[in-house]
């Protein structure tokens, strides 16, 4: 185990005791229950760092877009999905040499790192708002170890907003990156897409708070839901990934 992990694991189980001791009220069953979600987050933390060191990345930390003075209404932190959250939700046997896959709101470039490393796209793009998150990104794919499948990747610095989502894009990644109005304008634009090139189109949906209004526009259809583990309750957005179709216009011709 690594220093840095033994590090995390340390300091949250100190945390953990130091809290049932303080409060001096926890029963039995809350204790076992607190140390049982303590040993899962460590375990998944601790995959992801040896990921990350294995792979020669860095891809986890947890970044407010205040600190780059980018904060506004709609936009939310960054945090990175999970490794492995496309290996859980779109079978490689589903992706050709022919897909474009896109990451909105891109970050230190995760997802991808795994889209591109994992299936045969033709083309993976990444898109972020902040510069800083970006040029990590790059480095990333500069100096991993991963053996890319894909090598057309393509790192776009962009407001979501001022970015045109290209008419042959297959499979969209989002990570709860921006809500409300700007969550709905840029889906009206990926339908309109759909629209202008009529194509299969996958969106891969990671702590979908805005499924409502997907659904709302009657061109989403849910295909699946994946949860974290056995007590994740499906109808919470957080911590699941849901994937959906895009469905063609009404009295669009065949």
């Known amino acids: 185990m690594s220093v840095l992990i033994e590090t995390v694991a340390a300091t949250e189980l100190a945390a953990l005791m130091e809290s049932c ?9 809350g204790a076992v229950e607190g140390l049982r979600r ?9 995959v992801q760092l040896l990921f ?3 792979y020669g990345v860095r891809t ?17 932190y960054y945090s990175a999905a999970n490794w492995q959250t496309l290996r859980r ?7 050709g040499e022919h897909d474009v896959f896109i990451d909105l709101g891109s970050g230190m470039g995760r997802m991808v790192l795994e889209a591109a490393s994992r299936y045969p796209f033709g083309k993976v793009i990444g898109v972020e708002l902040s510069e800083e998150l970006n040029d990590i990104a790059r480095q990333n794919i500069a100096g991993t170890r991963l053996r890319l499948r894909c090598k ?16 042959d894009v297959s499979v969209v990644f989002l990570n709860n990156p921006f809500r409300g109005e700007t969550f709905a304008t840029v889906m009206e634009r990926l339908i309109a897409t759909v629209d202008r090139n009529p194509r299969p ?3 891969i949906y990671f702590n979908p708070v805005e499924e409502a209004f997907l659904l709302s526009t009657g061109r989403f259809r849910r295909l699946r839901t994946v949860t974290r583990g056995r007590r994740s ?12 179709a895009i469905t063609e216009r009404a009295g669009a011709r065949p």
């Open 201 to 203: 189109v996958t969106v």
């Open 152 to 167: 057309d990747v393509d790192l776009v610095r962009s407001d979501v907003l001022d970015y045109d989502i290209p008419d």
């Open 38 to 46: 303590s040993y899962k987050w460590l375990r998944r933390t601790s």
């Open 233 to 244: 309750a499906e109808d919470s957005p957080f911590g699941s990934v849901r994937v959906y």
């Open 89 to 95: 939700t779109l079978p490689r046997r589903d992706v």
């Open 52 to 54: 990350e060191r294995r």
């Open 60 to 76: 986890s930390d947890v970044v407010g877009l205040e600190e780059f003075g980018l904060a506004r209404q709609d936009r939310v």
């Open 21 to 29: 001791v303080d409060t001096g009220a926890a029963t039995t069953a």
